[in-house]
């Protein structure tokens, strides 16, 4: 696993930690392919190499077309994020950053988070900002996030509701408990999806950690042009530390629906963001036998969960309860069988591989294209493994 530390002293968007990502390493043909497969349309990605006070970095932005600026509310939202094919790690990501701006525009509007209209922070580019982000920090197995020097601009802005000061009410929100300084520059600096992004991220705020040790240092441009370079910059390296996840366990007891409607409901959950889901035969009251059906979720989609099981079998109840897990510092590596790429995940901790395992449904594909059976092909990578380690 990777941690990054940032150099905000230029302000932060969305599109900027898009741009510093692929100034790291993530390809852009692999990041377009994930973009285009979401459910929007009506926008077209630039990407480019541009240079900002001497400083060569990486440009990103999204361009829309005049009928792709649709307002969202929230659930829209996580139901876009949800139905994507991130991973559930990126879709928590970003859906809690979507709720974080919800949120801090809710506190300054004196409405509900479900009921606050969302304007620019709704529209097609800030979904592609704030889920491209997340995906891209996944890509580069970023798990600690640290940074500092965080400028937000200073004067007025102009936004959906008007002009406003900066940083913007929402960006203020977001700031609390956070150290920055508006600095000289008469810009907005620092966004409020910028902000949002830097809440989720940053585990520490402060000067680069003392045993932090860089492998590779990018650029992401920003859009201003001024006397100082207008990008952030980004330090990668090494974080061996494993990761601890807040996540929600939900369970009910079932004993008067039929049994089909099981796995469907299990296919449903998993779709939505569910990070595993399993059944327990079990006997009830009057000797009745039933099943118990737990669900393991991120916060973000706690409460989709349980409306799906409610819509599906007839329980009148959900416990639930708050857990944690620790997670491994996870990477890949690959070998091949046969002339076949087979991955193998790593699981590491404090810096010692702990377990490593062929990929199955690599595995699966290498058997069908070589005629072998999948479990010959799992023991040949195992020793392909053996002889590189």
Request: with cysteine; net charge negative; proline share 5%.
């Amino acid at each position: 696993m990777a941690r990054l530390h940032l150099d905000c002293s230029s302000g932060m968007a969305g599109n900027m930690l898009v741009g510093l990502c692929l100034d790291l390493g993530v390809p852009f043909q692999e990041f377009e392919e994930f973009i285009f497969s979401l459910d929007l349309d009506g926008f077209k990605l630039v990407h480019e190499r541009v240079e900002k006070r001497g400083i060569m970095s990486r440009y990103f932005d999204v361009e829309l077309s005049s009928d792709s600026q649709k307002s969202r509310f929230l659930p829209e939202i996580i139901e876009i994020i949800g139905k994507s094919p991130a991973s559930n790690e990126v879709k928590n990501r970003a859906c809690n950053v979507f709720q974080r701006l919800a949120v801090a525009e809710a506190a300054v509007h004196g409405v509900s988070p479900d009921e606050v209209h969302f304007h620019e922070v709704g529209a097609v580019d800030a979904i592609i900002d704030i889920l491209g982000s997340c995906w891209c920090m996944e890509r580069l197995h970023v798990r600690s996030v640290t940074a500092d020097s965080l400028y937000t601009g200073r004067g007025w802005t102009t936004c959906a509701h008007g002009v406003m000061p900066v940083p913007a009410p929402a960006t203020a929100e977001l700031l609390l408990g956070v150290p920055y300084q508006q600095g000289e520059v008469g810009k907005e600096l620092l966004t409020p999806t910028g902000a949002a992004l830097l809440a989720e991220w940053v585990d520490i705020w402060g000067e680069r950690p003392t045993d932090f040790v860089a492998g590779r240092v990018g650029y992401g441009a920003g859009k201003w042009e001024l006397e100082a370079p207008n990008v952030v910059r980004g330090y990668l390296g090494a974080d061996p530390s494993p990761e601890t996840e807040k996540l929600w366990m939900l369970e009910t007891h079932v004993d008067d629906t039929n049994p089909q409607f099981i796995p469907e409901l299990q296919e449903k959950l998993l779709e939505m963001g569910a990070l595993d889901t399993w059944v327990t035969p079990i006997q009830m009251k009057k000797g009745r036998p039933g099943i118990l059906l737990s669900v393991l979720a991120f916060e973000c989609f706690r409460d989709q969960v349980e409306m799906l099981i409610f819509s599906r079998i007839p329980t009148l109840g959900i416990r639930r309860w708050a857990a944690e897990r620790t997670v491994l510092a996870r990477s890949f590596s690959e070998v091949e069988v046969q002339g076949k790429k087979i991955r193998i995940k790593e699981g590491a901790y404090q810096g010692k591989v702990m377990n490593r395992m062929p990929e199955w449904e690599d595995c699966q594909k290498a058997a069908g294209e070589l005629n072998l059976a999948p479990r010959e092909v799992w023991m040949l990578a195992f020793r392909q493994m053996d002889l590189k380690s």
